[in-house]
């Protein structure tokens, strides 16, 4: 009889061997797209957690799995697979890295004694024989509790707005018998504090509340805090976290000057600066072409046009850019020269105190200084 693994197997063989082979006969190895079949038979990374919940509350269980390829994950319950069309069950996949899926099964609300199953995780690729693992979940009826069954005396609200950058606090306080353990979701998935070092779980002040520093816009979604004992575990309502990104398009701070007036071969300093959300950045342009700043680095909300040995007036424009518009202000710099000659130079009235000397010039506006 021929399973379906070692036909697997057998595949893989051949198709290594031909490549091998391939290689060896001296044809173009690359050609050969066959070697990038190396499989992996899928294992489970995350086995679901036996659960207690309360009737008309959240049970959610977790697994996750390993493969290449990797692996597609669904549900059982006493045997049958579970179908997500009845609205009190969710099923949320998630892509981990390369070759892991996580999978949530999620009942609410929970049912007694409906829900009272063993909920079976399988996972598979098409290599191997799949895996699975099982949880059992009971439900206990709300008004019939057993003692030490966690209670959530203050749970985060139901939403709340941030700004990126800002730092936030989800707060959670949880009793039961034994003290309950809390941690966190986020869309359904439980919160990993080890791979965001933003993320942390508070112990003292508000014990329990979930600190998220420097947000991000890809921290938005909804929480949801669960405290757990030995007795059963209890989920807060979700909060909806937003994250705003404040908006504003360039402007100038510090506009440089209409007009910037320069003696011949002296040297000038021109600030520009300029703000918005995101910052934009800044640059000089002389002329109507010619770029002053280097593409590949330039200066975020602040350039300062530095000229030496200025020869030629010319005009100079700071342009201030992000994503959200273009902004340009110019500066004519008007270099002093020295006037062209007088014209026309008469002398007349000589008297032995006093001369009188007339003279005409070219072009009267050219005249800055004599
Ligand atoms: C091998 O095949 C690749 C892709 O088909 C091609 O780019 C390359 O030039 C070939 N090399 C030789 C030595 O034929
Ligand atoms: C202009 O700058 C250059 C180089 O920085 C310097 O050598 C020169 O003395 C400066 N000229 C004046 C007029 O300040
Ligand atoms: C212009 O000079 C100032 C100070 O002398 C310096 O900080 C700035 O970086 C210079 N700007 C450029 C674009 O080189
Ligand atoms: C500078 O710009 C002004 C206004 O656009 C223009 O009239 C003038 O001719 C320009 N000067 C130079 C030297 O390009």
Same mark, same amino acid.
């Given at each position: 009889m021929c399973s379906s693994s070692s036909w697997q197997a057998l595949v893989t063989t051949v198709l290594a061997c031909s490549a091998v082979c391939a290689f060896a006969s001296g044809a173009n190895f690359s050609a050969f797209p066959f070697i990038q079949y190396l499989t992996q038979p899928p294992s489970l990374t995350v086995k679901p957690r036996p659960q207690q919940a309360k009737s008309n509350g959240v049970a959610s269980f977790y697994c996750g799995a390993r493969g290449d390829p990797r692996p597609t994950i669904y549900w059982r319950k006493n045997l049958k697979k579970v179908s997500t069309s009845l609205s009190r069950?969710?099923?949320v996949d998630k892509v981990v890295g390369d070759s892991e899926?996580?999978?949530?099964?999620?009942?609410?609300?929970?049912? =007694?004694?409906?829900? %009272?199953?063993v909920y079976e995780c399988f996972a598979e690729n098409g290599v191997g024989? =799949?895996?699975?693992? %099982?949880a059992k979940l009971e439900v206990y009826d709300e008004k019939d509790l057993p003692a030490g069954f966690p209670v959530i005396t203050e749970g985060p609200g139901t939403h709340k707005s941030i700004?990126?950058?800002?730092n936030a606090v989800l707060q959670c306080t949880a009793t039961g018998n034994p003290q309950p353990n809390i941690y966190w979701l986020r869309d359904n998935m439980r919160l990993d504090l080890d791979t965001n070092p933003r993320y942390s779980i508070l112990d003292k002040g508000f014990p329990g509340a979930l600190?998220?520093?420097d947000s991000q816009e890809t921290d938005q979604g909804k929480y949801e805090c669960v405290a757990e004992n030995t007795v059963g575990t209890q989920h807060a309502t979700t909060m909806q976290l937003w994250v705003r990104v404040r908006r504003v398009p360039p402007q100038f701070s510090i506009p440089p000057p209409t007009m910037e007036k320069v003696k011949v071969g002296e040297n000038i300093s021109i600030p520009c600066v300029a703000v918005g959300s995101p910052m934009p950045y800044v640059k000089w342009r002389r002329g109507k072409t010619t770029e002053l700043s280097p593409e590949d680095k330039l200066p975020v909300g602040r350039n300062v046009l530095n000229l030496t040995n200025v020869e030629v007036s010319d005009n100079y424009t700071c342009i201030a850019a992000s994503s959200l518009g273009m902004i340009e202000a110019t500066t004519f710099i008007k270099v002093l020269t020295l006037p062209s000659p007088p014209i026309d130079v008469k002398v007349s009235d000589v008297t032995s105190t006093s001369v009188k000397l007339s003279w005409s010039?070219?072009?009267?506006?050219?005249?800055?200084?004599?």
């Amino acid at each position: 009889m021929c399973s379906s693994s070692s036909w697997q197997a057998l595949v893989t063989t051949v198709l290594a061997c031909s490549a091998v082979c391939a290689f060896a006969s001296g044809a173009n190895f690359s050609a050969f797209p066959f070697i990038q079949y190396l499989t992996q038979p899928p294992s489970l990374t995350v086995k679901p957690r036996p659960q207690q919940a309360k009737s008309n509350g959240v049970a959610s269980f977790y697994c996750g799995a390993r493969g290449d390829p990797r692996p597609t994950i669904y549900w059982r319950k006493n045997l049958k697979k579970v179908s997500t069309s009845l609205s009190r069950y969710e099923i949320v996949d998630k892509v981990v890295g390369d070759s892991e899926t996580g999978s949530v099964l999620r009942i609410e609300p929970t049912r =007694a004694p409906r829900d %009272n199953a063993v909920y079976e995780c399988f996972a598979e690729n098409g290599v191997g024989d =799949a895996v699975s693992a %099982n949880a059992k979940l009971e439900v206990y009826d709300e008004k019939d509790l057993p003692a030490g069954f966690p209670v959530i005396t203050e749970g985060p609200g139901t939403h709340k707005s941030i700004e990126v950058g800002h730092n936030a606090v989800l707060q959670c306080t949880a009793t039961g018998n034994p003290q309950p353990n809390i941690y966190w979701l986020r869309d359904n998935m439980r919160l990993d504090l080890d791979t965001n070092p933003r993320y942390s779980i508070l112990d003292k002040g508000f014990p329990g509340a979930l600190q998220i520093s420097d947000s991000q816009e890809t921290d938005q979604g909804k929480y949801e805090c669960v405290a757990e004992n030995t007795v059963g575990t209890q989920h807060a309502t979700t909060m909806q976290l937003w994250v705003r990104v404040r908006r504003v398009p360039p402007q100038f701070s510090i506009p440089p000057p209409t007009m910037e007036k320069v003696k011949v071969g002296e040297n000038i300093s021109i600030p520009c600066v300029a703000v918005g959300s995101p910052m934009p950045y800044v640059k000089w342009r002389r002329g109507k072409t010619t770029e002053l700043s280097p593409e590949d680095k330039l200066p975020v909300g602040r350039n300062v046009l530095n000229l030496t040995n200025v020869e030629v007036s010319d005009n100079y424009t700071c342009i201030a850019a992000s994503s959200l518009g273009m902004i340009e202000a110019t500066t004519f710099i008007k270099v002093l020269t020295l006037p062209s000659p007088p014209i026309d130079v008469k002398v007349s009235d000589v008297t032995s105190t006093s001369v009188k000397l007339s003279w005409s010039h070219p072009n009267p506006d050219d005249i800055q200084y004599y």
